[in-house]
């Protein structure tokens, strides 16, 4: 009879696996043991990683909390020694000795290649041997950037791409783009390996539409990488634009005067300077005495027929452009041209309908320093023909927006002036039925400025020479005083310089004369003798 085996699975038994817990228990504290004895072992190497970038120096450093007299050791990525303590085991020029003790070991590697990237080993030759490790990451420095992709101008309204390359990175660069001073963005950056090296190429293009404000500015692809300071390595590209002139004109005078000379200048910016202008006037024909050349239209002798629209053209061979300008020529006594003649301060006005008087922009200021007085100040209240009927407005008058005074007196004694500064207006005296009002000339001198009044009756009329004829007479007979003070003066001294000069001395030396016989008796038979001759005195007063 047959039958089938069942298979079984043998399992430990109880002990066994007891005994296995048991022994990696034991194998795992000896591996944290041996850790921690590691860690805390004074002749254990310590040492850290460095990165440098080609063409640079690295320095590595070995250290060791104490020292058992043992020689610590460099060695490179090919496992070749570089130091064993202070003496050199690789010929390397490039690797130099830079500090050895019991306890340090440091070196240097000048001029670092890319094929110096890896990990370099220190080792202290004890029992057991320790050693520790140092990574050197050796960056790759990317060229300077190179721009394509602009060779000649463009025009305006064109698309331009440029392109900007950068070598030699490792790792691969990131390349940005400037627009004059403005950060724009271009297109991701393509990322090549170089083959059988470590470094990479890096390209960016950049796509604009330029204009004509885009001329000469400045296109900047600049490279960032670790190995490089900020902005360290950049190429600039200036654009070249071509667009038609934008024209502007200038005359050489802001106010044209008639009868004056005058010209027009016509500007044109453009790329290229425009070469060709023309002049015309819209609708009609130059003026016979304008005359245009190239970028000039002067005119010798303005005149009113010259008013209209002139027009600038230029053309630089891309394009056309063009400009107007509005020319109004001005009368040379419109109060607004500066060479306009003082006016009268009063016009003539009519009792009926009085006019309004105002003051040009080119009124002296001076004459109108002080204390607020209006114009009426200055205008006198009474003719001295007080027959003819005058009519002074002033009230339509506004005052100056600047300080003004009233004359004194004394200075036109002839004239009557307001007493009150205040005083709005000059009431017009009542003229006869039979005249009519009208306002005698009466001339004034205001710190060297003329101001007059219009007669319109008679220019000849002897009252307007009343004033200054006053006047004269005035200084005259001043004058003639004074000289006729001077004259008494002189008479007075002359008199009484005659009078103390003037009289009889009376002396004795004659006295007893009459019978003497001659001029020796005579003084001997005078008054007193010999004793009186001797006494004799003369004064003169």
């Given at each position: 009879?047959?039958g089938?085996?069942r298979p079984?699975?043998a399992f430990?038994?109880?002990?066994s696996a007891?005994?296995?817990v048991?022994l990696?228990?034991?194998?795992?504290?000896?591996v944290?043991?041996s850790?921690n004895?590691?860690d805390?072992?004074p002749?254990?190497p310590?040492?850290?990683?460095?990165?440098v970038?080609?063409?640079g120096?690295v320095?590595l450093?070995?250290?060791?909390?104490?020292?058992?007299?043992?020689?610590?050791?460099?060695?490179?990525?090919?496992q070749?020694?570089?130091?064993?303590?202070?003496?050199r085991?690789?010929r390397?020029?490039?690797?130099q000795?830079?500090?050895?003790?019991p306890?340090?070991?440091?070196?240097?590697?000048?001029?670092?290649?890319?094929?110096?990237?890896g990990?370099y080993?220190?080792?202290?030759?004890?029992m057991?041997?320790?050693?520790?490790?140092?990574?050197v990451t050796?960056?790759?420095v990317?060229?300077k950037?190179?721009i394509?992709?602009?060779?000649?101008p463009?025009?305006?309204?064109e698309?331009v791409t440029l392109?900007?390359?950068?070598t030699?990175?490792k790792?691969p660069?990131?390349?940005?783009?400037?627009?004059?001073?403005e950060?724009v963005?271009?297109?991701?950056?393509?990322?090549?390996?170089?083959?059988d090296?470590p470094?990479?190429n890096?390209s960016?293009?950049l796509?604009?539409?330029?204009?004509a404000?885009?001329n000469?500015?400045?296109i900047?692809?600049?490279?960032?990488?670790?190995?490089?300071?900020?902005?360290?390595?950049?190429?600039?590209?200036a654009?070249?634009v071509?667009?038609?002139?934008?024209?502007?004109i200038?005359?050489?005078?802001?106010?044209?005067?008639?009868?004056?000379?005058?010209?027009l200048?016509?500007f044109?910016k453009?790329?290229?300077?425009?070469?060709d202008?023309s002049w015309?006037?819209?609708?009609?024909?130059?003026?016979?005495?304008?005359?245009?050349?190239?970028?000039v239209?002067?005119?010798?002798?303005?005149?009113?027929?010259?008013?209209g629209?002139y027009?600038?053209?230029?053309?630089?061979?891309?394009?056309k452009g063009?400009?107007?300008?509005t020319?109004?020529?001005?009368d040379?006594t419109?109060?607004?041209?500066?060479?306009?003649s003082?006016?009268?301060?009063?016009s003539?006005t009519?009792?009926?309908?009085?006019?309004?008087?105002s003051l040009?922009?080119?009124?002296?200021l001076?004459?109108?320093q002080?204390?607020?007085?209006?114009?009426?100040?200055?205008?006198?209240t009474?003719?001295p023909?007080?027959?003819?009927p005058?009519?002074?407005?002033s009230?339509t008058f506004s005052?100056?927006?600047?300080p003004?005074t009233?004359l004194?007196?004394?200075?036109?004694p002839?004239?009557?002036?307001?007493?009150?500064?205040?005083?709005p207006?000059?009431?017009?005296?009542?003229?006869?039925s039979?005249l009519s009002?009208?306002?005698?000339?009466v001339?004034?001198?205001?710190?060297?400025?003329?101001?007059?009044?219009d007669d319109?009756r008679?220019?000849?009329?002897?009252?307007?020479?009343?004033t200054?004829?006053g006047?004269?007479?005035?200084?005259i007979g001043?004058?003639?005083?004074?000289?006729?003070?001077?004259l008494?003066c002189?008479?007075i001294?002359?008199?009484r310089?005659?009078i103390?000069?003037?009289?009889?001395?009376?002396t004795?030396?004659a006295?007893?004369?009459?019978?003497?016989?001659?001029?020796?008796?005579?003084?001997?038979?005078a008054?007193?003798?010999h004793s009186?001759?001797e006494d004799?005195k003369e004064y003169?007063?």
């Amino acid at each position: 009879m047959g039958g089938s085996v069942r298979p079984t699975m043998a399992f430990p038994s109880a002990p066994s696996a007891l005994w296995i817990v048991s022994l990696l228990t034991v194998l795992f504290t000896a591996v944290v043991h041996s850790d921690n004895v590691g860690d805390d072992d004074p002749l254990q190497p310590m040492t850290s990683d460095e990165t440098v970038s080609v063409g640079g120096t690295v320095t590595l450093t070995c250290k060791v909390a104490e020292s058992d007299n043992s020689s610590l050791q460099w060695s490179n990525t090919a496992q070749q020694t570089l130091y064993f303590g202070e003496k050199r085991a690789l010929r390397d020029n490039r690797i130099q000795l830079h500090r050895s003790t019991p306890t340090e070991l440091s070196i240097t590697i000048a001029d670092v290649l890319l094929s110096d990237e890896g990990e370099y080993t220190c080792s202290i030759f004890t029992m057991p041997v320790r050693t520790a490790r140092a990574t050197v990451t050796v960056l790759g420095v990317p060229d300077k950037p190179q721009i394509s992709g602009f060779e000649t101008p463009v025009r305006d309204g064109e698309t331009v791409t440029l392109t900007c390359t950068s070598t030699g990175s490792k790792p691969p660069a990131r390349l940005r783009w400037y627009k004059g001073k403005e950060e724009v963005e271009g297109r991701p950056d393509v990322v090549e390996s170089v083959p059988d090296e470590p470094t990479y190429n890096v390209s960016s293009e950049l796509t604009l539409e330029v204009s004509a404000s885009d001329n000469n500015v400045p296109i900047t692809c600049v490279v960032d990488h670790p190995s490089l300071a900020p902005e360290d390595k950049r190429s600039e590209q200036a654009l070249q634009v071509l667009y038609s002139p934008r024209v502007h004109i200038s005359p050489d005078e802001m106010l044209p005067i008639e009868g004056q000379k005058f010209s027009l200048r016509c500007f044109g910016k453009a790329n290229p300077e425009p070469h060709d202008f023309s002049w015309e006037r819209k609708g009609e024909e130059l003026p016979p005495l304008a005359r245009a050349d190239g970028d000039v239209l002067s005119f010798s002798m303005l005149n009113k027929s010259d008013n209209g629209v002139y027009i600038c053209r230029a053309d630089n061979g891309i394009g056309k452009g063009m400009e107007e300008y509005t020319l109004q020529v001005q009368d040379p006594t419109d109060p607004d041209s500066p060479d306009t003649s003082f006016p009268s301060l009063v016009s003539p006005t009519s009792s009926s309908s009085p006019s309004p008087t105002s003051l040009p922009s080119s009124f002296p200021l001076d004459i109108f320093q002080g204390s607020g007085s209006d114009i009426t100040d200055f205008l006198p209240t009474s003719l001295p023909d007080s027959s003819l009927p005058v009519a002074v407005d002033s009230t339509t008058f506004s005052p100056p927006p600047f300080p003004t005074t009233t004359l004194s007196n004394a200075l036109f004694p002839d004239l009557t002036f307001t007493p009150t500064p205040s005083s709005p207006s000059i009431p017009p005296p009542t003229a006869p039925s039979s005249l009519s009002p009208l306002t005698p000339s009466v001339s004034i001198q205001l710190n060297g400025v003329y101001t007059s009044t219009d007669d319109t009756r008679n220019s000849t009329d002897t009252t307007a020479m009343s004033t200054s004829s006053g006047v004269d007479h005035a200084v005259i007979g001043g004058v003639v005083a004074v000289i006729v003070f001077i004259l008494l003066c002189l008479l007075i001294v002359l008199g009484r310089y005659l009078i103390r000069h003037k009289g009889t001395y009376l002396t004795h030396e004659a006295k007893g004369s009459d019978d003497a016989p001659d001029a020796d008796t005579a003084i001997i038979n005078a008054e007193g003798g010999h004793s009186g001759a001797e006494d004799k005195k003369e004064y003169f007063i």
